[in-house]
């Protein structure tokens, strides 16, 4: 069985699949398949790449191409923005980042000219604009809707793990989804969910059970209990009492699935932003910093992938 690799401008997808590779997977880029094709026609890839914008032959060349490899490979990983689509009975995993995050790797690790940014809040209304024209293009071509979460089986934030963390899971998900096959998951970092309450309503003794229980599951980066949230102004809260979101942070884990997000208007007046002096005591209790605060920090943009139609939101 293969995996497919795609997810949001910025998301990391290339580091990650540079780790799968030390795990012994085969692995395959759009970028690879478009230049064996550019050599075939006897051509440099920007040359193909300017007969692309007006020859839909050379699209489905590198459909088809990516199709047939789907059917002859195995235990390879398809980094590519629609292997997912074509290549059958696939392992779908989409690399989740927030726009913010994503901006600022982009600005700062800027080495490709097609995206030269003065700042990170201009690359980020340029991720953004980006995402608009591929959707638009990938929905003319395929009508298809690249950001609909329920195209993938495995979605995993990368916006504070490193590769090497995010390989690991995927690798993971993978194999338990050769035994058994599961309809969809979501895995987001742990520091990336809020609480929704204050620190002294949080049951210290729970926290603990939690995080001796976490110690004991070596094998996972993912917590042991899955989570509900509600998104608020583009920060993630945990609805219900969020012991173990820290304990398992404290733990060392890195991600916890997310078994429902729920968006009505109850939920949302449930959360608030809690002051620096609070929010404090839960970082000191998971072991981590966030790297901003609701309370004082602007709303965010949240994440280029639209959950309002899958399984996930409720």
Known sequence: MNITITGNLGSGKTSVCNELKKYGFTII?????????AAEKGMTVIELNEAAKSDRSIDDMLDQRSTQLGKEMDHTVFDSRLAWHFVEKSFKVFLLVDTKEAARRVFEGNNRSAEVYQNAEEACIGLKTRARLEQERFSDLYQLNYYDAGNYDLIIESSCATPL????????????????????????????????????????GLFDHCRLAEQKNSASLCALEPVSITVKHGYNYVLGAPHSVFAAAAAGKVFTEVKGIQMDEKAQEAVMPLPEDELK??????????TCNPAVTAEKSGYMLDFSNSIFCG
């Open 165 to 204: 963390e995010i390989a690991q899971e995927i690798k993971r998900n993978f194999e338990l989804y050769q035994s058994q096959p599961f309809t969809a998951k979501v895995e987001l970092n742990l520091r990336s969910l809020y609480p929704a309450g204050n620190y002294n309503d949080m049951d210290l």
């Open 29 to 37: 880029s759009a970028g690879d398949i478009f230049r064996e094709i």
């Open 281 to 290: 005591k839960f970082e000191q209790a998971g072991q981590f910093q966030y």
